[in-house]
């Protein structure tokens, strides 16, 4: 019996001894990135909007979000008609971003920027998007859009140049009511 207790004693060594190693910590998992805002986000801008700046007439249409895109186009008109400014504008769903592409054009649709302007998507809230300037973005900073009722405001800002004998540029304004 002595024996018997003398292996029974020894049972939890020959177990431990036995035991494999524990695992090694392993390293906490990694943040998931945050996720890619869905169209969703800027479908408040569906619709056409119009407005004045100063005299001259201005108007924004959007689509609805369809697929992975939004298409958009503005134009900026004198009080006699003459174009100031086309602009066709597309947001599309990419693996990493929304993103906005804008190009202007004459009045024959030549272009009148070498590549599209490329804005990313840095802020949305119910109502409003802000999109920060990527790439080409040529002095563009960035456009905020928020709907307010019946009325798109647009916010166009621009990067300020430096220098002593350098012009602050003023952002652009508007602010558009909902076509019936």
Known sequence: MTKLFAL???LPLVLLAAAPDPPAPQAAPATPSAPVA?????RFLAGTWRGSMGEDFVEEMWSEPHGQSVMGSFRWLRPNGT???FEMLLITKEPDALRLRLRHYTATLD?????????KLAEAAPNRAVFSAE????????????????????????????????????PLRFQLKRAS
Not at 111 to 119: F, H, Q, R, S, Y
């Open 83 to 85: 174009p100031v400014l």
């Open 38 to 42: 869905s169209l969703d986000a800027v």
């Open 111 to 119: 272009a009148k920027d070498e590549k599209p302007m490329t804005l």
């Open 8 to 10: 029974v004693a020894a």
């Open 135 to 170: 790439k080409d973005a040529d002095g563009l900073d960035r456009i905020v859009y928020e709907r307010r009722g019946d009325v798109l405001a647009i916010d166009v800002e621009f990067v300020q140049p430096t220098g002593p004998d350098v012009k602050p540029r003023e």
